[in-house]
């Protein structure tokens, strides 16, 4: 069973200022073994964001670039690129020299025909994002990060929601109630002595006035069905859904991963209610719906089916 760091902290019990060390020995002092741990950030080194001041044409190139990018310190650095999707001001994730990338990619300063390269602009699949996390972002060339909620010189963990620790138990048979995120809430709870935090199902209303207004519903078999209940809703907007919601539908499968099929490419579309809804829900819609599809394994289900 894994356990997600940084949710755990924002929705459940707050142990941001505990240590992943003290944090698995705790546990697994307490009864719940830690098989491994690890973070997120682990495979992406030394990459920030920079804002391109200016480019000039490369000499010895009809396709190159020359950028001088600010990067968070004293003075701006040189980086050559051959994206053509990049203007001035845009914000760009640059690699520095002696950076690392997913897959063990070393990025070190050098020269790209004569002229000084001291890192590299990355495209959103360098640094292992796809499509599906970044919707409506342009697939081809450099990331610009110009609609990011950024700064110049972040750690670009920060940006695409790395900077986590995840944390695989070996739940027990006679503890089936830890095989859920909350139950494992619950352990670091009283393990730590924190209290926790619990989320309660909360419907908005609005002050549009009289739904009769809008909505006409008739009842003939009212003996057959003595109530009903409906509820409208009114200007909804299409729009990719927030960061937080994508990164945390990526989280879920990820964490479950083993259990699903492979092979499917698998398309999620969260609904308005999901802004609201507690972890605990979106992961037991996601893989019910999962589960219905026939790509995810039975056993799985029945260790969340309560969620």
């Known amino acids: 069973m894994k356990l997600n760091r940084k949710w755990l902290n924002e929705e459940f019990v707050d142990l941001s200022n ?15 073994k830690v098989e491994t741990w690890e973070r997120l950030d682990a495979e992406i080194k030394n990459v920030v964001v920079g804002k391109v001041l200016s480019m000039v044409r490369h000499p010895n190139s009809d396709h190159m670039w020359i950028c001088q990018v600010d990067v ?3 003075a701006p650095v040189q980086i050559v690129t051959g994206a053509q999707n990049v203007h001035e001001g845009d914000l760009v994730p640059a690699a520095l020299h002696n950076s690392w990338l997913p897959g063990g990619v070393h990025i070190t300063k050098g020269k790209l025909r004569g002229e000084p390269s001291n890192g590299m602009l990355c495209s959103f699949s360098e640094l292992g994002l796809t499509q599906n996390d970044l919707p409506g972002v342009f697939a081809d060339g450099i990331w610009i990060l110009n609609d990011e909620d950024c700064t110049i010189g972040e750690d670009i963990n920060l940006v695409i929601g790395n900077d986590d620790t995840v944390v695989d138990f070996e739940i027990t048979n006679n503890r089936p109630d830890c095989y859920s995120i909350i139950g494992l809430a619950r352990e670091a709870a009283a393990a730590f002595g924190k209290p926790m935090r619990h989320h309660e199902p909360v419907v908005h209303g609005s002050d549009a006035g009289d ?3 809008h909505l006409d519903v008739d009842v003939p078999a009212t003996k057959l069905c003595n109530r009903y209940t409906s509820r409208m809703v009114a200007n909804v907007k299409i729009a990719p859904s927030p960061k937080w919601l994508r990164r945390r539908l990526r989280e879920i499968y990820r964490l479950h991963e083993g259990q699903f099929a492979r092979g499917y490419d698998i398309v999620v579309v969260a609904r308005t209610a999901a802004m609201q809804a507690p972890y605990r829900q979106l992961e037991g819609a996601y893989l019910r719906l999962a589960g219905k599809l026939g790509i995810y394994a039975q056993q799985a289900q029945e260790e969340t089916k309560d969620t």
């Open 211 to 213: 739904i009769y207004d």
């Open 18 to 32: 505990v240590s992943d060390k003290e944090f698995v020995e705790t546990l697994t002092v307490f009864g719940q």
């Open 72 to 74: 968070g310190g004293d």
